[in-house]
């Protein structure tokens, strides 16, 4: 999944990962590309992880992890790194998700549940802010429920805000019109998704003669 | 004469009084000034509103400063946190509040504060929960809501270097919300790892400017919060 996110970013984009499977997608850059991460708590340039023993306690991404940054890269505060995310400035952000809506909402930041404590971090300036909004996530959750829902039962973290959906199974764009399936996997049928999908798709057109 | 470096730690933090509000720099241990939180819970405020983007974790730096029961509220984007169990406990057995922020609007109340802004529109949180109570206002076609400025008694920073006005410069990713911080408290007080004279900074360089900064503590070997963590330390 992160590989084919990879496939579709534009040499010379400013991109945010969240944590989780969008992070994997820094090790898939197509050749040819540059992609410059950016990453919310105050670093653009961001490289791979140090080698062991190498890394730095203040050195870190927004998973708070030990990360390195790169030749070019730039330190700054908080304020000026948000208006880089809410004044539009960075081209993709690719996150994971609890739920996606047929008409682009997003759940990703908390179940609900009364014992949950909530946690939302930067991922709603991130969805109101980016130019394009990427999800990559598996395509049904681990009890086999569709995580692609006609609307969220979770708690938004912002309303109409996805443009594509890559999961084990498809791409998918977001569409006034709903899901449309962009791609299928190998060996998986349109049927298969579909059953798996909790709102209608619109099948890949077929090629006109 | 200007001369902010202050001698002792403890000095540092003295007049911290009950009830204050009171912002620590930081983003999980990356800039938290775990030697000046360590001062503050040996000095004894309680019933503090604490702001910080985290809650800490293990028992040291800020999440010892909560579980000594003195942070009636935190102010925070992400209270959950690898190693972070004192605010999940207090928080599910109604001991401590939290106020929920979104990061980049935490960051921009920090700001605005600062800066003498009393509110600002954003579009983060719109259609979310987190806009409950807000007031939402449209420009051209598109919805915000009305977030207001923050400020606060005190703050708590970190810095890599400052001289004896105050000009400070940070390390790396450790920066975060600290500048911000500086300008939006009326008490800015700093931990810092070198201490140079007037000129020992490139004004080229400086990131907080003086005047933003009220006292200078040095301390040259800071502890990393999850080095502590790691060696089981819980404080005091």
């Given at each position: 999944m992160a590989s084919r996110v990879a496939q579709d970013i534009p040499d010379g984009s400013y991109v945010n990962l969240g944590i989780?499977?969008?992070?994997?997608?820094?090790?898939?850059?197509?050749?040819?590309r540059e992609f410059i991460y950016h990453t919310e708590n105050g670093l653009l340039g961001m490289g791979p992880s140090p080698e062991p023993g190498e890394g730095e306690p203040e050195l870190i991404n927004a998973g708070k992890r030990q990360v390195t940054a790169i030749p070019g890269a730039s330190y700054f505060h908080h304020p000026d790194s948000f208006v880089m995310i809410r004044g539009g400035h960075i081209d993709l952000c690719v996150l994971g998700a609890l739920q996606v809506a047929q008409n682009g909402d997003l759940a990703n930041w908390s179940t609900g549940g009364p014992d949950a404590i909530p946690a939302v971090g930067g991922a709603m300036d991130l969805v109101a802010g980016v130019k394009s909004i990427f999800v990559v996530t598996q395509h049904c959750t681990k009890k086999g429920a569709p995580k692609l829902v006609e609307a969220c039962t979770f708690p938004l973290t912002g309303p109409a805000v996805v443009d594509r959906i890559y999961t084990d199974l498809a791409v998918i764009d977001v569409t006034p019109a709903g899901f449309q399936l962009v791609e299928i996997s190998p060996g998986v049928t349109f049927d298969y998704v579909q059953e798996r999908t909790g709102a209608p798709l619109l099948p890949i057109a077929s090629p006109t003669a | 004469m200007i001369n902010k470096d202050v001698a002792s730690i403890s000095d540092a933090v003295a007049d911290i009084f009950d009830g204050a509000t009171v912002m620590i720099g930081g983003f999980g241990e990356a800039g938290s000034p775990v030697e000046l939180i360590h001062a503050l819970i040996d000095q004894g405020a309680k019933n503090l509103t604490v702001v910080n983007n985290n809650t800490g974790s293990g028992e040291v730096g800020l999440a010892a400063l909560i579980k000594a029961g003195r942070v009636a509220k935190m102010i925070c984007s992400y209270p959950r946190s690898m190693n972070s169990t004192v605010f999940p406990e207090l928080y599910k057995s109604g001991r401590i509040e939290l106020e929920l922020v979104p990061q980049g609007t935490l960051a921009e109340r920090i700001r605005a504060g600062g800066a003498g802004i009393p509110g600002f529109y954003t579009a983060t949180s719109v259609g979310t929960p987190l806009e409950e109570g807000k007031e939402r206002k449209t420009f051209g076609g598109r919805d915000y809501v009305l977030e207001l400025g923050l400020t606060a008694d005190f703050a708590l920073i970190k810095a890599h270097r400052a001289d004896t006005h105050g000009n400070l410069i940070y390390n790396k990713t450790a920066r975060n919300f600290a500048p911000a911080m500086a300008t939006a408290a009326k008490v800015t007080i700093v931990q810092t790892r070198e201490l140079v004279a007037p000129g020992g900074i490139d004004p080229e360089v400086v990131i907080t400017p003086g005047l933003f900064v009220n006292r200078v503590v040095t301390v040259a070997n800071p502890a990393h919060e999850s080095a502590l963590v790691a060696a089981g330390v819980s404080y005091p």
């Open positions: 989780g499977i969008p992070e994997l997608i820094a090790k898939f850059v197509p050749e040819g | -």
